[in-house]
């Protein structure tokens, strides 16, 4: 093998690793993300960017009541529960690849994925209320502070009164009348939750951790 070809397979080889070891980092610890909507309005506008932590996925832990969270889209996202739905309020994922490399394209490159950001409301056999235009949460009208002075949480379809059911979670987004989120298409197992938020990193006026 000649010097030119020796030094053509060493930075070949050397790519295809960087390549690999930036893919293993974006799906096991973090990753950069743009804000795309404004269903998180006022805590996020859109093009803000992001920092993930999604070691909380490798870990398989459950995020805290307040976490930020991007999970994925459910296949029943342009949906709203029926009332025999709502009795497990559980969103459905019916689309999922069926072989290893389209799952590999799908959950790991995440081509052709959608993902949504919305703020942790409630965990497992926690009892949410929607009523009277608030959030009640095991009994006790919840105190949001992050909303703006004027917004109304609706229930959507039949959901209003219900548990969260064992490894899921209820999220909305803070800019409730224009997110699509559990209220319509229900709880997020554990499973499809890809990421809590630690950082915005630009604008840079708005520099650090979210609350």
Same mark, same amino acid.
């Given at each position: %093998?000649n010097?030119?070809?020796k030094?053509?397979?060493?930075?070949?080889?050397?790519? /295809?690793?960087?390549?690999?070891? +930036? /893919?293993l980092?974006?799906?096991?610890?973090?990753?950069?993300?743009?804000?795309?909507q !404004?269903? %998180?309005? =006022?805590t996020f506008?859109?093009?803000? @960017?992001?920092?993930?932590?999604?070691?909380?996925?490798? %870990?398989?832990?459950?995020?805290?009541?307040?976490?930020?969270?991007?999970?994925? #889209? =459910?296949?029943?996202n342009?949906?709203?529960?029926? +009332?025999?739905? #709502?009795?497990n309020p559980? #969103?459905?994922?019916?689309?999922?690849?069926?072989?290893?490399?389209?799952?590999?394209?799908?959950?790991?490159?995440?081509?052709?994925?959608?993902?949504?950001?919305?703020?942790?409301? #409630?965990?497992?056999?926690?009892?949410?209320?929607?009523?009277?235009g608030?959030?009640?949460?095991?009994?006790?009208?919840? $105190?949001?502070?992050?909303?703006?002075?004027?917004?109304?949480?609706n229930?959507?379809?039949?959901?209003?009164?219900?548990?969260? =059911?064992?490894?899921?979670?209820? +999220?909305?987004? $803070?800019?409730?009348?224009? !997110?699509?989120?559990? @209220?319509?298409f229900?709880?997020?197992?554990?499973?499809?939750?890809?990421s809590?938020?630690v950082? @915005?990193?630009?604008p840079l006026?708005?520099?650090?951790?979210?609350?």
């Amino acid at each position: %093998m000649n010097d030119k070809l020796k030094n053509v397979l060493e930075w070949i080889y050397c790519i /295809i690793i960087a390549v690999v070891i +930036a /893919i293993l980092i974006k799906y096991f610890v973090g990753t950069p993300t743009i804000v795309k909507q !404004s269903s %998180m309005v =006022p805590t996020f506008t859109q093009n803000d @960017r992001l920092i993930l932590n999604r070691l909380t996925r490798t %870990m398989k832990k459950m995020p805290e009541r307040g976490d930020i969270i991007t999970f994925e #889209a =459910p296949s029943n996202n342009a949906e709203e529960l029926t +009332a025999e739905e #709502a009795k497990n309020p559980i #969103a459905k994922y019916e689309n999922e690849p069926t072989n290893w490399w389209d799952s590999f394209v799908y959950h790991v490159l995440e081509i052709g994925k959608d993902s949504y950001i919305k703020r942790v409301i #409630a965990i497992p056999e926690d009892h949410v209320e929607l009523k009277d235009g608030e959030v009640y949460l095991n009994g006790e009208k919840l $105190d949001e502070p992050y909303l703006s002075d004027d917004v109304i949480t609706n229930s959507a379809g039949a959901l209003k009164d219900f548990i969260v =059911p064992e490894n899921c979670v209820f +999220a909305m987004g $803070d800019n409730r009348e224009y !997110s699509k989120d559990c @209220r319509a298409f229900g709880c997020i197992p554990l499973d499809k939750i890809e990421s809590t938020v630690v950082l @915005r990193f630009w604008p840079l006026n708005k520099f650090g951790t979210v609350e």
